[in-house]
């Protein structure tokens, strides 16, 4: 079982070397909550801006969404999410174009996980 994703849960790439301004874009339950905070569920849209990998940069925006892995728990009819959960890999099978100040390209594949859930009370399978 693990902690479900509330209202202020915390988001970070699955690549350490890469780093990226991420925007919760998606809305919490405003009726289902855990420890008093609106639940988060699947397909939670965030944004992302200025991904970087060392001086390589992609102002971006990009959007994705975080898949839900519970199969048991629901609020407002969805599946919830948990610590774990991630996105696709972002930009697809393409991946991301990060550039250099000389020109040079790197293309990188990353997803977003959750790494906190911003609670500890509620957990789900």
């Given at each position: 079982?693990k902690e479900i994703a ?39 849209m965030i944004s992302l ?25 629901k609020a407002d009819g ?48």
């Amino acid at each position: 079982m693990k902690e479900i994703a509330v209202n202020g849960f915390t988001l970070e790439t699955d690549d350490e070397l890469i780093s990226a301004l991420i925007t919760k874009t998606g809305v919490p339950s405003l009726k289902c909550k855990a420890d008093g905070k609106g639940i988060c569920k699947d397909g939670f849209m965030i944004s992302l801006a200025t991904i970087t990998k060392g001086a390589f940069v992609n102002s971006g925006p990009m959007v994705s969404s975080l898949n839900a892995t519970s199969t048991k728990v629901k609020a407002d009819g969805i599946f919830v999410l948990r610590v774990d959960d991630e996105t696709d890999t972002i930009g697809g099978i393409t991946g991301v174009i990060l550039t250099n100040p000389s020109g040079a390209t790197e293309i990188v594949y990353f997803k977003v996980k959750i790494t906190n859930a911003g609670q500890s009370v509620v957990k789900a399978n």
